[in-house]
């Protein structure tokens, strides 16, 4: 059964630093992953999917990198900004869609 | 193109009651989802479905029906309301088999007491 996991649950850095969130799965044998950003009160907004047969997809001042091999991947911002502040998650995709918890980022101005 | 949609906003039901929500969406995607996302957790998939006439359970079906007579229409039923399905809601549709994006609608707040 596969288990996805973000580690950490909350992380707080100041304004203009780049930072790495993780996310990790039991499971190679994934269609996709795709990262999601998630405001106060509000529903998942698309960041990036990545199919299994690719390495990385960037947007901007985001880019999402895969390794299935080691069952996972990263979401680097570069240049944080307050904006950025929200819950980021990650779901992988196979037969099933199975979500983590969520990284909740602070940045602090 | 207002993408996915979902109604109520929020709605607070007493324990035993029943209430349909809400979700349209008009990207013409073929595969559609529910889920539902409690404090501190990720989301849980509750049905999806993948094309008009055919839904199938997810994670956590129980004390949930679906539907899915049309490509843009696909409500969730709760028939007796019980304090467990205290959560928020989320519609979700995707184009294709595996592969397509997920896009989101706003979410159902809904309290059971």
């Known amino acids: 059964k596969q288990e996805v996991t973000q580690i950490p649950a909350a992380l707080s850095v100041p304004e203009g630093e780049n930072l790495v969130l993780n996310c990790s799965f039991t499971?190679?044998?994934?269609?996709?992953l795709q990262w999601f950003r998630q405001d106060p009160g509000k529903g998942l907004t698309s960041l990036l999917l990545?199919?299994?047969?690719?390495r990385e997809q960037t947007s901007g001042r985001l880019n999402a990198s895969l390794d299935k091999s080691s069952g996972r991947s990263t979401l680097y911002i570069a240049a944080s900004q307050p904006g950025d502040s929200a819950t980021y998650l990650c779901?992988?995709?196979?037969?099933?869609?199975?979500f983590g918890k969520g990284t909740r980022l602070h940045i602090l101005p | 193109n207002a993408g996915v949609t979902q109604t109520p906003k929020f709605r607070i039901l007493k324990i035993g009651q029943s209430m349909t929500l809400q979700c349209t969406q008009d990207?013409?995607?073929?595969?559609m989802y529910w889920y539902r996302q409690d404090p501190g957790m990720g989301l849980k998939l509750i049905y999806y479905?993948?094309?008009?006439?055919?839904?199938d359970k997810g994670e956590v079906p129980n004390g949930y029906n679906v539907s899915r007579s049309t490509t843009e229409d696909f409500p969730l039923r709760l028939e007796l309301a019980a304090p467990s399905q205290t959560s928020v809601y989320f519609c979700?549709?995707?184009?294709?088999?595996?592969?397509?994006?997920?896009?989101f609608g706003p979410g159902t707040r809904l309290t059971v007491t």
């Open positions: 479905s993948v094309g008009a006439g055919i839904t």
């Open positions: 779901a992988t995709r196979d037969d099933k869609i199975i």
């Open positions: 990207m013409n995607h073929n595969y």
């Open positions: 990545i199919q299994s047969s690719q």
């Open positions: 979700a549709s995707s184009y294709g088999q595996g592969s397509g994006e997920q896009y």
């Open positions: 499971d190679s044998a994934i269609y996709n």
